[in-house]
């Protein structure tokens, strides 16, 4: 806790060399299952549909203590031989991640740009880049450095400490310090609020580690429920520097296969913005809207989204099906989220014996009140008149990757084959700015055209070696801020850990 209460608000660079300074002397591995394992999602969605696993999964980090306790209880149980795997193949990981020391090291390469989509599994790194990283884990404290080095990227900006953290438990609740890759939300391809397509916002978050249900019999109904809040800084090159990002999100599990979520983020305070008591209370009960309450330009406390979203999930003779939405507001009318864009898909499995293919179709639309039509309003969705560079972090989104006046239509297919390797494809129908205005403060605001996109990818692991091999496609008619036409392009992906 020192090394905390010693750290200016938001330094974080000092504070994770401070911790990787003493990670070697308390001992490695995450208390958590990342955005980016795409493989133990998937088990995870089968255990959930049969009801082994009971807590909320549709936010992520996804706390191992969530889930831990449903798993161990489902060893002495007789389950089917698909359940099996997947709970072995938990299990497996959970003893691996719990080791007290590992370090890794990752290379990729790839011949463009490939990072224009991206979606539930994926990385937010630059196409090129290598990292090293150590991972410590005690009874209470865990702990990452990561350094990584981002070959085609904006000046001062190739060394990063991305995906590096310091957390502590405190009883059911876990304070972690640091850069973590964030989902909100039960999409695949995309999520409205909190996504991995930009880079993690360093700060500061809170999580419940188990998700018990409420002891009050009023609130026991919900079931067993989850909540993430976290602050962050934004960069310090904006129209509006160093300005906060905040969040909280809370999940319910009423039924077995039924789970509901409410999220919130907001942009608050930065240079020349007031950060004071008062501003904070507005921003909390939602008196953020100009000409309520003497509100103008000036003393606005900040920019707000939020929404909901409603996963339904159940078991089924071949594996499982699920469906979901996601809305979220970009506005308030009546204490509700108002002007909303949104997610909704279906996603399943078919099990073959040992062979398992997921799949998934989603469509997103980023056109403020999209889903009504009529009330379209065009440069609206991630914009704001004080924070000009609008909800985005280093130029890209941080919710969907499509970023504002888009639509998107995606078909998901995993191949999982009973060696453990996997394939992937993934194939979208975008339509870019539709309207063809301008987005304020994004480099992508060139990024316009309708077409599709395919990629492919094979993944394998080889002890401690975990490769991905694949190749991208993106039709001409998609004119993207990096290139005058389309992509097509292959890469390579490798990560060794002992």
């Known amino acids: 806790m020192l090394i905390g209460q010693r750290c200016k608000a938001f330094s974080l660079s000092a504070c994770l060399l401070a911790a990787g300074a003493v990670a070697p002397s308390i001992a490695s591995a995450k208390p958590w299952i990342g955005p980016n394992e795409l493989d133990l999602r998937h088990h995870i969605e089968l255990l959930s ?67 224009f989509l991206t979606g539930f599994g994926d990385s937010n790194n630059a196409p090129e880049y290598g990292a090293v990283s150590a991972e410590f884990m005690s009874s209470s404290w865990a702990g990452e450095l990561r350094l990584s080095y981002d070959i085609p990227d904006a000046p001062r900006e190739h060394r990063r400490l991305d995906g590096s953290y310091l957390a502590r438990a405190f009883g059911n609740w876990g304070v972690t310090l640091g850069a973590i890759d964030r989902w909100w939300g039960a999409g695949w391809q995309s999520s409205l609020l909190l996504s991995n397509n930009a880079r993690p916002v360093p700060g500061i978050s809170l999580q419940r580690n188990r998700a018990h249900e409420f002891e009050t019999p009023l609130l026991s109904w919900l079931g067993p429920w989850q909540l993430q809040a976290f602050a962050g800084q934004l960069e310090g090159e904006r129209a509006v520097p160093g300005a906060k990002l905040l969040g909280m999100r809370i999940a319910v599990k009423p039924a077995q296969w039924l789970e509901i979520a409410a ?17 904070f209370k507005d921003l909390m009960l939602g008196n953020d809207n100009r000409g309520d309450g003497g509100l103008t330009q000036e003393n606005e406390p900040g920019n707000q989204l939020a929404g909901f979203d409603v996963k339904m999930l159940w078991a089924t003779p071949w594996g499982n099906q699920g469906a979901y939405i996601q809305h979220i507001g970009e506005d308030e009318s009546g204490y509700q989220p108002s002007r909303l864009t ?8 078919f099990a073959i014996e040992e062979h398992r293919l997921h799949w998934f179709l989603e469509r997103t639309q980023t056109t403020a009140g999209a889903l009504i039509g009529s009330n379209e309003i065009s440069n609206y969705v991630y914009e704001h008149a004080i924070y000009k560079n609008g909800y ?47 987005r304020k403060g994004s480099p992508a605001s060139r990024s316009q055209g309708e077409g599709n996109t395919l990629e492919i990818s094979y993944s394998q692991q080889f002890g401690g070696l975990n490769a991905e091999v694949g190749y991208i496609k993106v039709d001409d008619g998609l004119q993207l801020y990096n290139y005058d036409h389309g992509i097509e392009s292959a890469f390579i992906e490798a990560r060794y850990r002992w």
Do not use: C
Request: proline letters at 4%.
């Open 392 to 438: 985005r972090y280093k130029g890209r989104a941080i919710g969907a990757s499509i970023d504002n006046d888009s639509e998107l239509d995606t078909l998901g297919l995993d191949w999982m084959l009973p060696d453990g390797s996997r394939w992937s494809l993934r194939y979208s129908d975008v339509a870019l700015n539709i309207d063809g205005g301008g």
């Open 49 to 115: 549909s049969t009801g082994i696993i009971t807590a909320p999964t549709t936010q992520w980090p996804l706390m191992w203590g969530s889930i831990l306790p449903d798993l161990k209880r489902a060893q002495a149980r007789n389950i089917s031989a698909l359940e099996r795997q997947a709970l072995d193949d938990l299990l497996a990981r959970f003893e691996q991640e719990r080791k007290p020391f590992s370090a890794s090291i990752e290379l990729a390469h790839s011949e463009q740009e490939r990072r």
């Open 342 to 349: 949104h997610v909704v898909g279906l996603n399943g499995l």
């Open 263 to 279: 999220s919130r983020t907001a942009q608050w305070g930065g240079d020349g913005r007031d950060e004071n008591f008062s501003s």
